[in-house]
């Protein structure tokens, strides 16, 4: 027969064992809900920072004006069809980049250059050619036999470019001194521009003319003497 003490004793370890399991389960509930209230925070998180990346990368940042210190460019274009190996150090092309790098420098003018692959002969170059005439380049300018050969034969066709042909003075017209040439944006055709005009010695010596086409001779003084038509190409276009 049980007594007082140990239904008591009996009745407490019940009670004590419904105490643990309860407790086993809340904090199972507590564990579920900080796992499930983790996972929300961290799946907020990866949201807010898409949201910030595509706020930065798109330009969603800048609403004022552009940056003064970038550089604005003037709606003319100088392009440079050369040999197959382009601008590379050494290569005849090279300094006539570098005097089209200084001009576009000093008057804000886009320049590019194209390189004619494949066989260099005329032919071969001419639809090289064509692609900047397509592309409005307003001064094109060849370097190399092919290149030359090419502009001298296609000129005449788009008499609002200014050609300048670079080595490609070695013909019966050429001539190192002070000379006039040919501006091929005058609409009434030729027209004599002195090529020493508002420019240095290095410049009369290697500028020549050939018909509507600025001859420019290799050498010393060459990048001058390309800065030097660029110039005067953008000045010319501006009136």
Known sequence: MKTRRTWRRQGG???TRRRVRLGRVLSAAAGALRGRAGWIAASAGVIVFGLV??????GGGQDGPPDPRARQYKDFDACLLTGEKGIAAGTPAAP???GMQEASLETRVRVSYVPVVGPQSADNARPFLNSLVQRRCDVVLAVGEAQVDAVRSGAAQHPGIRFVAVDG???PSDHSGPSDHSSPSSPSGPSSQSSSSGSSGADAENVGGDGG???VKSGTGVADSVAEEIRRAVKAAEG
């Open 169 to 171: 003075a070695s013909g």
């Open 53 to 58: 990346a595509v706020w930065l990368f798109v």
């Open 13 to 15: 370890q019940g009670a």
């Open 96 to 98: 006539v980049w570098e």
């Open 213 to 215: 086409i600025v001859l």
